[in-house]
């Protein structure tokens, strides 16, 4: 099947290939060129207006600005009124208010009360007005539609006698609320200062004295904001405790209730704070302090000029180049990003452009609203995640489309309902759950066909960690006492194997292979060596610590595009192949010399009486080719037994071993008088005499008659042969038998050397050949008698000293009821 280069790859360019590439730059240029739209709009137009008042609104009420101690306001309220009757009052009143301030030498006055018509009484209040600083403002009204204003002054008396004349007035934005202050209003005709303009340059132009002094100014200009006409507006820094100036009563101040010491060298703001009197103005701050009455405004702009807290909008063209950074650092990141990152990035962005207007408001006196910077990033992101979402989708859809309409190799069961109905949502999960199903199946094919596997196989990763055994390879493992092989190197796994020899042909011979694979053992078993793989592909011949023969081989295991991801190890038990070669082996060797040195013998013979003249059969002749004729039959019968013990099915039936051992005896009884070698049974008078074992007669019978052969042709004449049989206790063995009978055989023969017992039970193995070659034989016997005994679940052992003689022990299961169903059962 055809696949994609880089399917995996976090690049959703690289993941969908070329046209795709185009199709996903096309559509980040084009989010981001509507992310650009949305700042420029927001940045220029009143879009977002609202929203940048309000965060302007949140971000002054979390900061409290410190006041100037040098403002107190003496307000005209409730209790003055009620006092001094009602609003009006006459000018001699506020006149000899002016006369008590001017006692206790107040720095300046700043009477924000309208006296724009003629009185009986203004030279009177002129005098007093004359007595100290004394700053009185003006109307301007609203523009006409020539752009005209009319200024409302006071009266000509009290406007000669006032240190200052300024304006009053303040302008509200959409919302209502008042954040701003002019320096200077009026038309073409007329340029008037705020009345706290006026008051703030007399101070620092050292006119005015403050009881402090002159406070601390801060020193850096704040960047000029959009131009408003001359205006010179700026934005007053209200704080959650703007209405906390020091403040005393009208009524007692006039009274001379309120010591000199708090109004001297201070600036006085008098103004009317009583209900029904004022103009309440909504401020940023108002959620927390209600509306505001003008006079505690005008103290707050004085008090902003006095401490230079003016807060300069930032410029809208800097608003928006700044609003642009956050836009391009979202946009970089959906290039590098997954849809998570690229979250938290766009909350990080907007944290960052709030945090960094927070910055801006409170150190360096700057309003840059984040809003437009805010609103690029929540916008783009969704818009964004949305079209990747379409492209995922359709990209998905396609994909499992395609593997739907592939035949599937492994078999399906048929589908009882329609499987694609609904919307598209429903189809495509109908879709993923039919991939989800068939990969399912693959890896429960794949599965079952390892654990089928016979033979151990092991499945590493690249760096050989063992990732799968199947159930073959944990059942040999546990046989071996060794631990599980998951998640252990492959080294250390198959670490306790021997080398034997390297299999396959190449370039270098068997010897010199065997010599390299020997030199490197144990490191071949680590896949991760390349030097190694040609060597491990071929296979070595192992063994392991039951002595049993394996192949082991390594193969590459690859993805669908042809890379290696890992190694798979296959064991093949091998042992069952050697026994069959040696039993080749063995039948070659008995075909090609053993029974071919008789026949050609009896050739040989046939000739030499052919070439006579007068051909005559000699008796000697006769007993010659009888003789080898003999030899040739008994190496056959030797031979097809031997086969016959290792290969067939047993027939077990209960026997008793005393009658088996005289039945041998009794057939071996010509041999033993012809060399006048007594043969004797000992029986015994015990309760277990009999001694019943579970065996097949003939093959039982053959196996002692061979041992008891053995020992009348190595045993001089005139000596004696000894059958004695015994009882083992109940106890566990290796066959798991509770209880065992032995037969004892012993002669007082020639004897085996030590070095040579541990040789007696291999096939064509013959002994005392140079000292009695006189005694026949083809080796055959005690390998006969080993094959028997093992697969009746026995054992043979042999006691030997030259020139005593031989003891002969077979043990055997004694026969038990209630295991003789499982005696009775062929071995294998």
Known sequence: MPTTPNRLSLDPRARLGRRAGQRFLIEWVGVGCLGILVILFTSFGRLSSGIDQLVYDRLLSARAQPLLSDIVMVEIDNASVAQLGRWPWPRSIHAKLLEQLAAARPAAVVYDVLFTEPNAEDAELAHAIALSPTYLPVLLTAPDD???RVVVEPVA?????AAGLGHINFEVDSDGIVRSVARFQGDDHSHWPQLMVLVAEAIESGKLHLRGGLPQRRSDEPVSGDDDGGEDRFLIPFGSNAGSYAKLSFADV???????DQLRGRIVVIGVTASGLYDRFATPVSGELGPLPGVYIHANVLDTLLTGREIEPVGRWFVFAASLAPLA???????????RRSLLLTGALVLLAAAGSAALLYGARLWMSPVPAILGVVIVYPIWNWRRLEMTMAYLRDELQRLADEPHLLPETPQSRREFSG???AQHMALMARAAQRVQDMKRFVWDSLDSVPEPILVSDLGGVVLIANQAAKAHFARLGAAMPEGQPMHSVLGGLTLVKTIGSGAASDAERNLFAHAHWPALLDPAHGEFSALMAQGVEVRDANERDHLLRYATCTNAQGETTGWIAGLVDVSALHVAERQREDALRLLSHDMRSPQASILALVEIERARAEPALARGLLERIERYAQRALTLADDFVQLARAESQAYVLEPLSLTELVIDASDEVWPQAQAKRIALH???????DAGHWICADRSLMTRALVNILNNAIKYSPPDTRIVCSFASQPQGANARGTARRVSCTIRDQGYGIPKEQQAGLFERFRRFHEAERPEVGGAGLGMAFVKTVVTRHGGDVDVVSVPGEGTAFTIRLPALDE?????LIAPRS
Request: aromatic share 2%; proline share 7%; no cysteine.
């Open 329 to 339: 650092a979202l946009l970089a990141g959906f290039l590098v990003l997954s849809p």
């Open 681 to 687: 049974t000992e029986t015994g008078d015990d309760a």
């Open 157 to 161: 008396p009290l406007a000669q006698a």
């Open 146 to 148: 020539a752009g005209r």
């Open 818 to 822: 209630g295991q003789l169903d499982e």
């Open 423 to 425: 919307d598209v949502l």
């Open 254 to 260: 006039l009274a001379g209730k309120v010591p000199a």
